[in-house]
Each structure stands twice: as C-alpha cells, then as structure tokens.
C-alpha cells in the first residue's frame, strides 16, 4: 500500500513538471497576467497551493466558520433578495419608482438620498442649490418620509436607507412614519447604513466629527437593540472603499476592521457583543474579476468569524455571521458603448450569488451618463431574474468551494486582510489611520495605478480602449430630473414651518441640544423631534453646533 | 531661461463626495511637470474663486458628479471674475450630459471631459491650450 502510494506521488510530481516545462516553452499572450487588484496569477493552481484543512477553513454552510455560506440551505431555501436602490426628485416620485420595482418583481427597497440629506441639509440651504433631488430623493422632514412611504406597507416591506452622517435622524423619520401608519416599531425591518467610517475613507458625505459620531452610532444599536428588533443598525460597507478605487484586498480589509471598530465602540458603551452584533450587516461591492470577487465574499465570511468569536467573544453564532448585501461595480460600467454595462452587470451579479449575496443591486447601463430610466432598471432587475430563474446556478451551495484557485485566493485574500489589520493597528486603531489619511491615501493609491494600467493597455476595458468606436453622444435615452423640484421642496418646507406647533418643535431641538451634552440616547430625541416636525437641517444644526464639523486630512 | 509651470486649480463644488476622478486627475497632472492644488470636498463657488485667486492659477478644473453642474459651474465663473480672474483658463469633468456640456461651452467652459478619459488627455489639452495662450500674449 505503502509503496504503490508513493508511487503515484513522483508519477504526480513528473506530471507536474512535464506540464510546467511545457508552460513554459510555450509562447503567450503580450499582457499581464494579474488579477484586476493587480496582484500576481499563477497559470494553474493544484492541491500543493491549497494545504486545506476542511472542517477549520471551510466547514459547512450555517455553521462556523462560515466560509461555504450563512445558512444551512441558502438559496434552497429562499433566494437571495432583489434590492433595486431607487431614489431621484421628489418623495412623491421616488414612491412612485418604489411602487413600479415593487409591482414588476422586486422584494425588498432600497432608498438612494441627494446629497442635501445625504449632508444633513434642507432642500432650502444655500449649499443644496442646483443638488436638490439629483442623485437621490430629497428627504428633509418627517412629511416627506410619509410622502416616500404612502401606501406602501411598511410592516411588510423592508426599507434599506443609504445614509450615514445623519443617518439616525432618517432612521427617526422612519420610526415616526411608521407609527402614524400605525406600525409598531418592533415590526419594522430595513438597514440603515450608518457606516460613518468609510465616510470619512470615501464616500465622503459626512455631518460631524468621528467620535460623535461614533457615539450616536452606538446610540442607534441601543435604541434599537430594544425598540426596533429585526433593523439592522450598520451595514459596514466596502462598497463605497472599493468604487473609490481600492483592491479587493483592501475592500476587505478596511471594510471589517471598521466593523471591528463598531464592535468594540459597542462594547465600551456597556452593550453585550451578542445584544448587538446580531444585527449589524455589510456591503460590499462585486466587480470584474470573477474568481477574486468570489474569493473575497468568501474570506469575509470566514475573519468575521473568527474575529467575533476568538477575538470579541461573542457567544451567538448569529453574531459571527456575515450576512451581506452587493451591489454591481459603478466603476466598471462605461459610458462608451453603454448597452455592453448589461454584460459587465451580469458576471458581477453571477460572482455574487456564487459568493453567498443575501441581497443584490445590479447597476443599469446608463449610470454613467444619468440616474437610470425605467427601462434600464428594469433590464438590471431582469438580470437577476435570469441568475435565478434559468441558470440553475441557485440549487447547490458555494459551488465554487474546493476549487484550487478559488481556495487559493480566498487564503490570500484573507493573510492580505491580517496584514492590512496590523497595519492598522500599529497606527493606533482605525479612527487615527482614518485621520491621518492613511486609509485614503492607500485607496489613492490603488487608484492612480489602475488608472495607469489602463493608459498603458495592460488592463484593457472594451470601448474604452480597444474595441473603441466613434460615438456621437449616448446612444440611449436619458432620464432627467425636473428642476422643478427643488422649488416645490421649498414650498413645502416653508409651509411645513408655518403649520407646525413652533414652541413644540423649539423645545423637540432643546431637547437634543442636551441629549448631546448628557449621555441620553440620541435617537429617542430624534424621534420626538420628528413628531414635532423639526426638518433635518434643523436637527443637523444642533448637533454641528455642539459637536464641529469634520476636516478631511490633506492627502494630496 | 526656466519656463513657468503651469498652475492648476483642481476643484470639487457642492455637495458632492466622489473624488476619485479629481484626485486621479491632479496626481496625474503633477506627473505632467504642472503645479497642481488641490481644493478638498465641498466647496462653494465663492472658496474656489478665492483660492484660484490666492493661488494666481492659469487653470480651474472643475470635478462634479452630482448632477449640479448647471447650477455650479456658471457660479464659479462669476465668482472668478468678480476676483479679476476671468482670464483662467475653465474646464471640468464627471457625470455631465452632452447637452449640458454644449450649454457650458457658451459660458467659458469650452472643453468637459467624460468618463473613460485618459488623463494624458486632460493633460495635453491644458498643456496646448496654455501654450497657445502664451503666443497670443507675446504676440499682443
């Protein structure tokens, strides 16, 4: 037995190395075999580049640590959630999108706020003129939240909210809609985003300093860790750090050590990690590179896991787990050509599915050029449709594991992630690395160098350059906002503001004002002073008064 | 004789947080020999013009992607001229439709760039513009 085995074992290794002889006499392609992060690729990977240990890397689905995916059955089950993020002009409009995805499909909504709410602005600032419903629906009181919310049943949809400075004071316009539609907070389910981290990182709309806001982060996972149940508080999100030009491994890495961060925020607020972790949720973005995307989504599963139950102790294995929402690469999509988007949506909708997505938003082709029109949405939905429906790549779970290249890449992806978490470490944590720009300037740098490789050809993107055409203008029809809408939102704050009980609302701001200086929840205020019809600037004001505004550090 | 560098004001209007494009765009301009200041997120029409006037640039490139173009980009240039900087020479990029950018040509903003643009583009149509520039000044 012995004998023969060993055997095959130097058959194995003269294989091997006939085929690597092979390799490497022959004559290759002129370009650069790396992954889309530009790291290194081997031609073929084998069981010497994967020394698995089954049960302590992979284990099986629902159970720790997660690597093959979160539940026992996944898409057996229940398939993954199709989440159109939507939201343009007014609330009236934005509800009317909500109700067209709803009827043709859709399971669950996504809202998309303009940059005023998204910045803790009225519609009627002087910064939000001419930005006032443009890249997402104007939401700046209660009102309007039941303007966006009216008749759609909010105890039986969930609502995710992508917001995060001032996402609290949203979340209280959500609570406070639901309960003049009748609904028991308890009932309510959603996300907000309320990843502040990766603001200040990249996505860049912010409304105070970190530590506040890090507290009322915390304030928002204790309010609702006993009045809003089933929200989840955080979707720590690696989208926004990846669109703004980092590699996966750094999607990765920035993306968990801020939910560590939160983690330990949590716990130094008197919170038990399994009250709750539970509860917070992540983002991440599904780009180009097939196997790496897959890979990745896989290793996050597998540090949170491990981090929350060896490193924060956490007990309930519903807190190890990483249940994540995707979206489809914006970067990727290109305005040359626009239609070949519907392509490039598709493999990063599939490599996200093979990756155990809970939920997806597939991008439309035309979000380089506009905010999508109802055609091109619905062709994104379809997408998934067509994942799910026809492809039967739903019916077996992590289809992928095993594979040599993938387990491969999700080792390197996750030793990549550790010494990123060192790094980090040895900055002082990832507030500090956060403040002195590192983060930043690590993204900036990923940036400039795809960015160079596409200059220079090595990585090639189709219509951009090569395959390029003479385009005279897009060749699709483009949706436009009304400009109209930033002064009817005027309209309707000033109206608001003179219907209103005014020593009512004074009182509602009086009350956060010190909220602020106490340690009272934050959020409970908020909500109070949304029945009273404070508007969002207003509440914003109080807390840039007593707070600061952010800097952003110069990296460049 | 040692030729100035070309001075260029990178800057992001409004409310706007995607930066990627701008930063690329200004590291890329550095690597082309020109002196490059950057403004930072969220800045209104009136810091610009301030800054491009402390700064005494040749050049403002404007980056939006926020849909506010048509009310910004007109606002910058007021702004400029009121600060005797009219002379600057205007461009931008982001996320602008190609009639909006047609209207932004008859106000000063004579060449926008799109997505998918090489930065050695944006580069040498700066490098041209302002070289043209200097020969009609030596030639007045």
């Given at each position: 037995m012995t004998v023969d085995r060993s055997r095959t074992e130097v058959r194995a290794v003269d294989a091997h190395a006939l085929w690597q002889a092979e390799?490497?006499?022959?004559?290759?392609?002129?370009?650069?075999f790396t992954s889309l992060s530009g790291a290194p690729l081997q031609p073929l990977y084998g069981p010497a580049d994967v020394p698995l240990g089954y049960e302590s890397e992979l284990g099986y689905p629902g159970s720790f640590p997660y690597t093959r995916g979160v539940h026992p059955t996944m898409y057996r089950s229940r398939l993954w959630t199709m989440r159109q993020f939507a939201g343009f002009g007014s609330a009236k409009q934005t509800n009317e999108r909500f109700k067209f995805l709803l009827a043709h499909g859709q399971t669950g909504l996504s809202t998309a706020f303009d940059f005023p709410t998204l910045m803790g602005y009225d519609s009627d600032h002087a910064h939000s003129l001419g930005e006032v419903g443009q890249v997402g629906v104007a939401i700046s009181s209660l009102a309007d939240m039941e303007v966006l919310m009216g008749g759609i049943p909010m105890a039986e949809v969930s609502t995710s909210m992508t917001i995060n400075g001032p996402a609290p004071i949203l979340l209280a316009f959500y609570i406070a809609c639901g309960e003049r539609q009748g609904v028991d907070p308890k009932l309510l389910r959603g996300t907000v985003q309320n990843d502040i981290l990766k603001e200040y990182q990249a996505q860049h709309a912010w409304l105070v300093p970190a530590e506040p806001a890090l507290r009322m982060i915390t304030d928002v996972m204790g309010y609702c860790a006993r009045r809003v149940p089933q929200w989840n508080t955080i979707s720590i999100s690696g989208y926004h750090i990846r669109e703004a030009g980092s590699t996966a491994a750094?999607?990765?890495?920035?993306?968990?050590?801020?939910?560590?961060?939160?983690?330990?925020?949590?716990?130094?607020?008197?919170?038990?990690?399994?009250?709750?972790?539970?509860?917070?949720s992540f983002f991440f973005d599904s780009h180009l590179d097939f196997f790496e995307e897959i890979a990745k989504f896989r290793a996050a599963r597998r540090i949170w896991a491990r981090k929350l139950r060896d490193t924060f102790g956490a007990k309930d294995p519903r807190s190890w787990m990483v249940?994540?929402?995707?979206?489809?690469?914006?970067?990727?999509?290109?305005?040359?050509?626009?239609?070949?988007?519907?392509?490039?949506?598709?493999?990063?909708?599939?490599?996200?599915?093979?990756?155990?997505?809970?939920?997806?938003?597939?991008?439309?082709?035309?979000?380089t050029l506009s905010l999508p029109t109802e055609k091109a949405v619905k062709i994104a939905l379809r997408t998934q449709q067509i994942i799910a429906e026809e492809t039967e790549v739903a019916h077996v779970i992590d289809p992928l594991g095993g594979s040599y290249y993938v387990e491969a890449l999700t080792n390197r992806l996750e030793a990549e992630a550790e010494r990123y978490f060192a790094e980090i470490e040895r900055r002082g944590g990832v507030v500090p690395a956060t403040e002195q720009g590192y983060v930043q300037k690590e993204i900036h740098r990923s940036a400039i160098a795809y960015q160079a490789a596409v200059e220079r050809g090595s990585k090639r993107v189709v219509g951009v350059n090569c395959y390029t055409e003479d385009e005279q203008g897009p060749t699709i029809e483009l949706h436009k906002i009304d400009p109209a809408v930033e002064r009817e939102q005027h309209e309707r704050l000033s109206a608001l503001r003179k219907r209103r009980d005014a020593s009512k609302a004074r009182r509602a701001l009086d009350e956060i004002h010190d909220a602020c200086k106490s340690r009272d929840n934050l959020l409970e205020r908020f909500v109070a002073a949304a029945h009273a019809d404070c508007t969002l600037g207003e509440i914003a004001d109080v807390l840039r008064a007593e707070f600061g505004h952010y800097r952003e550090p110069k990296i460049l | 004789m040692t030729q100035r560098k070309i001075r260029v004001l990178v800057a992001k209007p409004g409310l706007d947080g995607h930066d990627r494009g701008a930063k690329t765009v200004a590291s890329a301009l550095r690597d082309h020999g020109m002196e490059v200041i950057y403004t930072g997120l969220h800045q209104t029409p009136e810091a610009i013009a301030e800054i491009a006037a402390q700064e005494d640039v040749d050049v403002v490139g404007l980056s939006i992607l926020s849909g506010a173009h048509m009310a910004l980009f007109p606002r910058v240039?007021?702004?400029?001229?009121?600060?005797?900087?009219?002379?600057?020479?205007?461009?931008?990029?982001?996320?602008?439709?190609?009639?909006?950018?047609?209207?932004?040509?008859?106000?000063?903003?004579?060449?926008?760039?799109?997505?998918?643009?090489?930065?050695?583009?944006?580069?040498?149509?700066?490098?041209?513009?302002?070289?043209?520039?200097?020969?009609?000044?030596?030639?007045?």
């Open positions: 390799f490497d006499q022959a004559k290759k392609r002129g370009v650069e750094q999607e990765l890495a920035f993306t968990l050590a801020n939910g560590m961060e939160y983690v330990r925020r949590g716990k130094a607020a008197g919170l038990d990690v399994d009250e709750f972790a539970p509860r917070l249940r994540f929402h995707t979206q489809t690469a914006g970067v990727s999509l290109t305005a040359q050509q626009p239609e070949n988007n519907i392509v490039r949506t598709a493999f990063e909708a599939l490599a996200a599915v093979l990756g155990g997505t809970q939920s997806l938003h597939t991008n439309s082709m035309d979000e | 240039r007021v702004e400029l001229e009121k600060r005797g900087m009219g002379h600057v020479l205007l461009t931008g990029g982001g996320i602008i439709p190609q009639d909006d950018m047609a209207a932004l040509e008859t106000q000063g903003y004579t060449k926008l760039f799109g997505p998918g643009t090489p930065t050695e583009a944006i580069a040498k149509w700066i490098t041209v513009a302002m070289a043209e520039r200097l020969k009609n000044e030596g030639a007045q």
